[in-house]
T-cell receptor, first 114, second 109 residues
Framework: DADVTQTPRNRITKTGKRIMLECSQT?????MYWYRQDPGLGLRLIYY???????NKGEISDGYSVSRQAQAKFSLSLESAIPNQTALYFC?????????????FGSGTQLSVL | EDKVVQSPLSLVVHEGDTVTLNCSYE??????LLWYKQEKKAPTFLFML????IEKKSGRLSSILDKKELFSILNITATQTGDSAVYLC?????????FGTGTSLTVIP
C-alpha cells in the first residue's frame, strides 16, 4: 500500500467549479506539502503544514486553499477553478527533522480545467 | 528567490553510455541538496548531499556536491533503458525545498 495516497488520480473539471484534492499518509510524518508541476517549470510549492494547527503559504498559493484535518490528512481546494490551474499536483510528507530531511511524494493528481 | 537550475533540459543517449546531469544554485547557505528520479508520476528519492566533496553512490548512480562552486552533479554509468526518467534536484533552505525544472533523460537500446 502506498504510504502517501492522493485522490483522485485524474480529474477533469470546468472553469468556475470548486474541487478538492485529498491526501492521506500512513508514514506518521508531521509535515505535509502540496506542490504543482507544470512542464518547464518544475515543482512549485502551493501550501505546507507542519502540524494540524499550522498552515503556511508557499510561492503560488493564490487561488488555492488547504485544510489539515488530522495529522494524516491534508486537502487542497480550488475555490473556482481556472484553466491555468491545469497541472499535475503532488502531495508530499516529511518527518520534520533538522537534518536529513527529505520529501516523500504521492502518485499525483492530474487535473484538467476546461 | 532560491533559483535552482538544471542542465541539460533533455538528453538522449544509447544504452551503455555514461551521463552527467548538472544542478546549480544561487545561495550559499543551505541545509542539503537532494536528487529525485521521476519515471511516471511520483518522484522517488535518490540522494541527499550535505557536505562538499563527499560522493554518494548507489550502484551505477553517484552524486557529489561542490559548495564552493554552488553545484552538484549526478552521474549514471552504463545507462540502461530503465534509467529513462526526469531527474530533479532540490535545495533545502530552512523549512522549504526549492526544485529545479528537471533533466529529461531518454536511454535508447
Amino acid at each position: 500500500d502506498a504510504d502517501v495516497t492522493q485522490t483522485p488520480r485524474n480529474r477533469i473539471t470546468k472553469t468556475g467549479k470548486r474541487i478538492m484534492l485529498e491526501c492521506s499518509q500512513t508514514k506518521g510524518h508531521d509535515r505535509m506539502y502540496w506542490y504543482r508541476q507544470d512542464p518547464g517549470l518544475g515543482l512549485r510549492l502551493i501550501y505546507y503544514s507542519f502540524d494540524v494547527k499550522d498552515i503556511n503559504k508557499g510561492e503560488i498559493s493564490d487561488g488555492y486553499s488547504v485544510s489539515r484535518q488530522a495529522q494524516a490528512k491534508f486537502s487542497l481546494s480550488l475555490e473556482s477553478a481556472i484553466p491555468n490551474q491545469t497541472a499535475l499536483y503532488f502531495c508530499a510528507t516529511s518527518e520534520g527533522r533538522a537534518t536529513n530531511e527529505k520529501l516523500f511524494f504521492g502518485s499525483g493528481t492530474q487535473l484538467s480545467v476546461l | 528567490e532560491d533559483k535552482v537550475v538544471q542542465s541539460p533540459l533533455s538528453l538522449v543517449v544509447h544504452e551503455g553510455d555514461t551521463v552527467t546531469l548538472n544542478c546549480s544554485y544561487e545561495v550559499t547557505n543551505f541545509r542539503s541538496l537532494l536528487w529525485y528520479k521521476q519515471e511516471k508520476k511520483a518522484p522517488t528519492f535518490l540522494f541527499m548531499l550535505t557536505s562538499s566533496g563527499i560522493e554518494k553512490k548507489s550502484g551505477r548512480l553517484s552524486s557529489i556536491l561542490d559548495k564552493k562552486e554552488l553545484f552538484s552533479i549526478l552521474n549514471i554509468t552504463a545507462t540502461q533503458t530503465g534509467d529513462s526518467a526526469v531527474y530533479l534536484c532540490a535545495r533545502r533552505h530552512g523549512n522549504q525545498f526549492y526544485f529545479g525544472t528537471g533533466t529529461s533523460l531518454t536511454v535508447i537500446p
